[in-house]
Nanobody
């Protein structure tokens, strides 16, 4: 069972920065895509950014130009650098990946890390 452990959340003022990390218990080379999602109170969990094994990235429109995502396949870790944070970025941030075994897709989620941005 793959375990994903997020860290780096916290409270910052608007305009500040945070760097989230997600450490995988297994080699991330096994996973094509690693991603970050977020869920604010009363809202659905939405994709923030993801990155493929080849380094192709995708971002939600709301974070383009402010967030970057990277992966370290040696450290089995994916990072989310968040700059110019806004109060609307406040949410629990979750790390995600998936794989396919015998034709069955399996999703893996971390427990989440809270990010709070004050105005």
């Amino acid at each position: 069972q793959v375990q994903l452990v997020e860290s780096g959340g916290g409270s910052v003022q608007a305009g500040g920065s945070l760097r989230l990390s997600c450490a995988s218990s297994e080699s991330v080379v096994s996973f094509n895509t690693l991603g970050w999602y977020r869920q604010a109170p009363g809202k659905e969990r939405d994709l923030v950014a993801d990155i493929t094994y080849g380094g192709r990235t995708k971002f939600a429109d709301s974070v383009k130009g402010r967030f970057t995502i990277s992966r370290d396949d040696v450290k089995n870790t994916v990072y989310l650098q968040m700059n110019s944070l806004k109060p609307e970025d406040t949410a629990v941030y979750y790390c995600h990946t998936d794989d396919v075994l015998w034709g069955v897709r399996r999703d893996y989620w971390g427990r989440g890390t809270q990010v709070t941005v004050s105005s």
